[in-house]
């Protein structure tokens, strides 16, 4: 079993930056490969970043050149670094992680074992 605890959302202005962390615990971190996600009321949870055990990473296109992946896995976390912020990013955010034994990423949210609770994030205009 893998414990997600997502911190560092909050009330950011459009243009600001945030960080969010998510701290895993339960087995060995850098064995899985890790995603973010968001979902708005009514809508389906959207693929937003994930990186591979070796730091390969992806985002969606509404997020590129804004938003980065990366990790530390001697702290066993993941985190997304969110730039330049619209209100369109208004969001719960979700990191989520599954078991790997290759280098691979996915960006399909039914890929992933284990979720985060969830840290809100809103962008004001």
């Known amino acids: 079993q893998v414990q997600l605890v997502e911190s560092g959302g909050g009330l950011v202005q459009a243009g600001g930056s945030l960080r969010l962390s998510c701290a895993a615990s339960?087995?060995?971190?850098?064995?899985?490969?890790m995603g973010w996600f968001r979902q708005t009321p009514g809508k389906e949870r959207e693929f937003v970043a994930a990186i591979s055990r070796s730091d390969n990473t992806y985002c969606a296109d509404s997020v590129l050149g804004r938003f980065t992946i990366s990790r530390d896995n001697a702290k066993n976390t993941v985190y997304l670094q969110m730039n330049s912020l619209k209100p369109e990013d208004t969001a719960v955010y979700y990191c989520a992680a599954v078991a790997v034994s290759g280098n691979y990423y996915y960006i399909s949210q039914y890929e992933y074992a284990y979720w985060g609770q969830g840290t809100q994030v809103t962008v004001s205009s």
């Open positions: 339960g087995r060995t971190f850098s064995n899985f490969a």
